[in-house]
């Protein structure tokens, strides 16, 4: 059964910092891309980061652009979002995904976490 399992959300102060993970498991994600996909309450779910099978290729939501950074470990079926420098409006539900397209699409991933809640306060 594949399984994407995120971990790290909670609640923070803005300006703060949070590390998002996610681990996949139950079949071989060799070549598929993976991101980083946030739903704030009332709206629809938005790209965050992705990042390609090699890591050499990522892309970014403009709004957390030289905050976030997205990376990969292969050798452990992991992926990370590391989230600096934290608005309020970035509270949301993070939803780990995977795919065989690198795409800033959400339909191009066919594999996702259940999500967890980022909350930042002001």
């Known amino acids: 059964q594949v399984q994407l399992v995120e971990s790290g959300g909670g609640l923070v102060q803005a300006g703060g910092s949070l590390r998002l993970s996610c681990a996949a498991s139950g079949r071989s994600f060799t070549g598929y891309a993976m991101g980083w996909f946030r739903q704030p309450p009332g709206k629809e779910r938005e790209l965050v980061a992705a990042?390609?099978?090699?890591?050499?290729?990522?892309t970014y939501a403009d709004s957390v652009k030289g905050r976030f950074t997205i990376s990969r470990d292969n050798a452990k079926n992991t992926e990370s979002l590391q989230m600096n420098s934290l608005k309020p409006e970035d509270t949301a539900v993070y939803y780990c995904a995977a795919g065989p397209y690198y795409s800033r699409n959400d339909y191009r991933y066919n594999y996702w976490g259940r999500g967890t809640q980022v909350t930042v306060s002001s």
């Open positions: 990042i390609s099978w090699s890591g050499g290729s990522t």
